[in-house]
């Protein structure tokens, strides 16, 4: 069935009263990567006459921020540092507060040893995205608020395009009650004008009811007036509902476009990698998050092989800005081998990176 924006809720209600019952699959997501997780997921082996390769794609997100600013925009701050294929945000850090490198690797303070540049960075992006007050990022980050002004100054004039494009996503949704990824699949707010109008008819009254509730919190309240606040309590939970799912959607309506089009990308890649393996006689095991893993027949281990999958990764989708993946090829899953590390005339890692997970490898 063809779904469109007349028919879009009689599909969801007859979606969701479908009492029928479908067989899942495991839900590997859910599966930490590190700690116990890692050592679940090394019990997953491939079948006997096969090898696990894993190929996850790099910086999606941020990519799509990039392409976005300069497709739209002729933005390319963020752009070129794909395209010089530089660390992302050990150059963001360099470019926004005007630091040499040694200053914003990984884990590097400042000159003055306030902050930590890139780790800020990395943070600061989303906490722009997400329209986080100065207050809020300087107590998330631990430091001054001056530093957190410094920070949000400097980012609006390295990436001037940045806070113009979700603030531009935003208002087409609020304007026509949904936002599209790149490739036109839509993500619906049907409710945001009806709220957002409720919200800003009480937001007054709001106000309001804060004030009379902090004058009654600065006594010591008798029973009348504790029965007083518990009211206002109540009526502000109420109003604040609103208030709290409209900034919600409005994030969502960014994220949507930004995680939406990294999860449809993600999607075209799975289809052609899904072809490619009834084509040669490969299993296509799991989807996770940005990685997708099969397993390859070892007869078909080769450096050919690897460079179709990174093919099919990197050039099934194509932006303005490079896309790349890590490959990782895997007797046992995590155990993980780059495509250098690996012997494929005999199957197994090179002899001076055969003892890289002991004997359990």
Not at 100 to 110: I, L, N, P, S
Not at 196 to 215: C, D, F, G, H, P
């Amino acid at each position: 069935m063809l779904i469109t924006d007349n028919n879009y809720h009689a599909v969801v209600k007859k979606l969701i009263s479908d009492n029928r019952k479908v067989r899942r699959g495991q839900n590997l997501q859910n599966l930490p990567s590190k700690g116990a997780g890692s050592r679940v997921r090394n019990q997953f082996v491939p079948r006997e006459g096969y090898t696990f390769v894993g190929a996850d794609l790099g910086q999606i997100e941020p990519r799509i921020m990039a392409h976005i600013m300069y497709t739209r925009y002729s933005d390319n701050s963020m752009r070129q540092i794909f395209v010089d294929g530089v660390d992302l945000y050990t150059t963001m850090a360099m470019m926004t507060f005007g630091l040499e490198e040694e200053y914003c690797v990984d884990k590097a303070y400042d000159p003055t040893g306030k902050f930590k540049p890139r780790a800020m960075m990395k943070t600061g992006q989303l906490a722009v995205s997400y329209d986080q007050s100065v207050k809020s990022f300087a107590k998330k980050m631990q430091v001054m608020d001056d530093v957190a002004q410094m920070f949000f100054e400097n980012f609006d004039q390295t990436f001037p395009s940045f806070k113009t494009m979700v603030a531009d996503i935003r208002d087409f949704m609020r304007q026509h009650g949904y936002v599209e990824t790149l490739f036109g699949r839509k993500r619906r707010f049907p409710d945001y004008k009806r709220v957002a109008a409720s919200a800003s008819k009480n937001e007054q009254r709001l106000i309001r009811l804060y004030t009379e509730r902090k004058s009654l919190r600065r006594l010591t309240p008798t029973d009348a007036e504790q029965r007083r606040i518990t009211a206002l309590q109540e009526e502000i939970n109420k109003l604040s509902e609103d208030r709290g799912n409209v900034g919600y959607w409005e994030r969502a309506a960014f994220n949507a476009v930004i995680q939406g089009t990294g999860a449809d990308i993600l999607k075209r890649i799975g289809i052609r990698m899904a072809q490619i393996c009834r084509e040669r006689g490969w299993e296509f095991n799991a989807s996770i998050h940005d990685e997708v893993i099969v397993s390859i027949p070892d007869a078909q281990m080769t450096p050919e092989t690897i460079a179709l999958i990174n093919e099919v990764m990197t050039k099934t989708s194509e932006l303005s800005v490079p896309l790349t993946t890590d490959i990782a090829i895997q007797k046992r899953w995590m155990m993980e081998y780059s495509a250098d590390e690996w012997d494929y005339a005999n199957n197994r890692p090179l002899l001076e990176f055969a003892n890289k997970y002991g004997e359990a490898a």
